[in-house]
């Protein structure tokens, strides 16, 4: 098992640039997640999923789009990249709901520069 | 609102005794997490505590819980190099058993 994996691990985007995040894990988890750290704020939810063909926003969703056609896929795409956007991005899954099976595991992370 | 409020920072002598405090706000919450982040890397899970629980115990790690004061804290023993990382605590809450709300991690450093 590769667990849950990140593509790219780097990048860095000037002013109104897209990109998309691929995430994708092999552990048929239903739920997925894409979180932002930022120095001395944690993590902060943007949007997940709890199933093929679902999405709903998080926290701090502005700027951001997301798609889940595969279960085993949660792609984070940034339409026009802000400075602001500037933040380490970690996806992460989980089976269900209560106890272990909460447990959420996650990518090592995409550390993204927008100049 | 959705706080889970921890210290920024911690640093202890590496053999003595670590303790990381959390609250959280959602008293109706099922399951409290703790995970652990080291650098470069994305978050592992250490240990949770169903919410019927007061204490937890795993090896070196000892997870107690308040229910009334709505305080996690996360004790390990023996602290060692290795722990240096940063510990979030983590809540299911009730409301919404979709997703975890994360406190804003303590970063743990041991010094020799």
């Known amino acids: 098992n590769a667990g849950v994996t990140q593509t790219p691990k780097f990048r860095v985007l000037k002013t109104g640039q897209s990109m998309t995040l691929l995430c994708a894990q092999d552990?048929?988890?239903?739920?997925m997640y894409w979180y932002r750290q930022d120095p001395g704020m944690g993590l902060r939810l943007i949007h997940y999923?709890?199933?093929?063909?679902?999405?709903a926003k998080g926290e701090v969703p502005d700027g951001y789009n997301v798609s889940r056609l595969k279960k085993q896929n949660f792609l984070l795409g940034l339409e026009s990249a802000a400075p602001s956007q500037t933040s380490v991005y970690f996806c992460?899954?989980?089976f269900g709901v209560g106890g272990q099976e909460d447990t959420q595991y996650f990518g090592p992370g995409t550390r993204l520069t927008v100049l | 609102g959705e706080d889970v409020e921890q210290s920024l920072f911690l640093s202890v002598r590496e053999g003595d005794s670590s303790v990381i405090n959390c609250t959280y706000t959602?008293?109706?919450?099922?399951?409290l997490y703790w995970y652990k982040q080291e650098p470069g890397a994305g978050l592992q899970l250490l240990t949770y505590?169903?919410?019927?629980?007061d204490m937890k115990q795993d090896q070196r790690l000892t997870v107690l819980l308040n229910k009334k004061d709505k305080h996690l804290s996360l004790r390990i023993a023996d602290t060692q190099t290795g722990d240096s990382a940063i510990y979030f605590c983590?809540?299911?809450?009730?409301?919404?058993?979709?997703?975890?709300?994360f406190g804003t991690g303590t970063r743990l450093q041991v010094f020799p």
């Open positions: 959602d008293s109706s919450s099922t399951y």
């Open positions: 552990m048929n988890h239903e739920y």
């Open positions: 999923s709890v199933g093929e063909g679902t999405t």
């Open positions: 992460a899954s989980t």
């Open positions: 983590a809540e299911s809450p009730m409301y919404n058993t979709d997703k975890l709300i």
């Open positions: 505590i169903f919410s019927n629980m």
